[in-house]
């Protein structure tokens, strides 16, 4: 199997507090790992790019200072969003890469709600 | 520029009424094309893969065909429980990532 789960699948948090999220492969090591943003009825959106062990690669217009990656192990992604504002609420997914693949396995989600 | 799109944009049937799914991609290089199922409030749930023209996948009611400019999604006597957001995927021969297409909602009535 490939399953990811992702922690937690709801927080509600005040404006100018942070919050984390994280990803983790259950059943398998993920060498990169991908964290995406959807906005109500529309596709998703890539942020970041996240290798094991080496910094993230943020796509244009992401603020890197603002959503924080770590990649620490294998199996584990954690995304940090900095200072919330109510424009960052939003569904973000991850997803995990397997090394002997090139599909993208998802997790469940994460729907954050800044007030 | 790469590129994926897909049409219709919503789709209704009626349970048995089989159709198809179109996925349309420009890109320089085709490394993979992916093809996702994605439930309202949820992450997106693998169905196939496919990595050259000519190659056909299946899974119960879904068979997924590629060609060198599309990708289509066959729909066999639908359900409702088939009933959601159909997601294209495309990967480059020169990047890791995925271009996502806007997706098809499909609405199978009983």
């Known amino acids: 199997g490939a399953v990811v789960s992702q922690h937690p699948s709801w927080v509600i948090c005040k404006s100018g507090t942070s919050v984390k999220i994280e990803c983790r492969s259950l059943d398998f090591q993920a060498t990169t790992m991908f964290w995406y943003r959807q906005f109500p009825k529309q596709s998703l959106m890539l942020m970041a790019t996240s290798n094991e062990g080496s910094k993230a690669t943020y796509e244009q217009g992401v603020e890197k200072d603002k959503f924080l990656i770590n990649h620490a192990s294998l199996t584990l992604s954690t995304l940090t969003v900095t200072s919330a504002h109510p424009e960052d609420s939003s569904f973000y997914i991850c997803?995990?890469?397997?090394?002997?693949?090139?599909?993208?396995?998802f997790g469940p989600g994460t729907r954050l709600l800044v007030l | 520029e790469d590129q994926v799109t897909q049409s219709p944009e919503a789709l209704r049937l009626q349970e048995g009424e089989s159709s198809s799914l179109n996925c349309s991609y420009t890109?320089?290089?085709?490394?993979?094309l992916f093809w996702y199922r994605q439930d309202p409030g949820k992450g997106p749930e693998f169905l196939f893969t496919?990595?050259?023209a000519g190659e056909e996948k299946e899974k119960e009611r879904l068979k997924a065909t590629l060609t060198k400019k599309e990708s289509f999604l066959h729909i066999t006597a639908p359900k409702p429980e088939d009933s959601a957001t159909y997601l294209c995927a495309v990967q480059a021969l020169s990047f890791n990532k995925f271009y996502f297409g806007s997706g098809t909602k499909l609405n199978v009535k009983p």
């Open positions: 496919l990595y050259s």
């Open positions: 890109v320089s290089g085709l490394r993979g």
């Open positions: 997803s995990a890469r397997r090394p002997d693949q090139e599909t993208q396995y």
